[in-house]
C-alpha cells in the first residue's frame, strides 16, 4: 500500500520559514519524480515545484529564489524548505509522486499569518 504522509505545515509569520516533509512508503521511490502542489478553498491546486528522479528541480515562478524542494531517497522522503513566506502561500501542501501512477498525500496546512 502506497503512503505519502505531509509533515511540517503550521502557522508561521510573513517572512518566516517552514520546512515540509512528505515521508513515502510501498513505493520504490528513486523510480518517481516528485512534486509539491497547494491548494486553496475553491481554487484549483497549484504546482509549486517538482524534482526528477535524477534530481533536476523546476518551480512556479512565484516560488524560484524562496521555496526549494530536494530528496533524500535513502529515506524515501521528499523535502520543500519554504523562506521568505508571505501571507498569499497560506494553503494546505500536498505531496505528490509520479511515474506509473500519481499518487497523492493528505495534504499539511500552511498559514502565513502576523
Known amino acids: 500500500q502506497v503512503q505519502l504522509v505531509e509533515s511540517g505545515g503550521g502557522l508561521v509569520q510573513p517572512g518566516g520559514s517552514l520546512r515540509l516533509s512528505c515521508a513515502t512508503s510501498g513505493l520504490t521511490f528513486s523510480r518517481y519524480a516528485m512534486s509539491w502542489y497547494r491548494q486553496v478553498p475553491g481554487k484549483e491546486r497549484e504546482f509549486v515545484a517538482r524534482?526528477?528522479?535524477?534530481?533536476?528541480?523546476i518551480y512556479a515562478d512565484s516560488m524560484k529564489g524562496r521555496f526549494t524542494i530536494s530528496r533524500d531517497n535513502a529515506k524515501n522522503t521528499v523535502y520543500l524548505q519554504m523562506n521568505s513566506l508571505k501571507p498569499e502561500d497560506t494553503a494546505v501542501y500536498y505531496c505528490n509522486a509520479f511515474w506509473d501512477i500519481n499518487y497523492w498525500g493528505q495534504g499539511t496546512q500552511v498559514t502565513v499569518a502576523s
Open positions: 524534482i526528477s528522479t535524477g534530481g533536476s528541480t
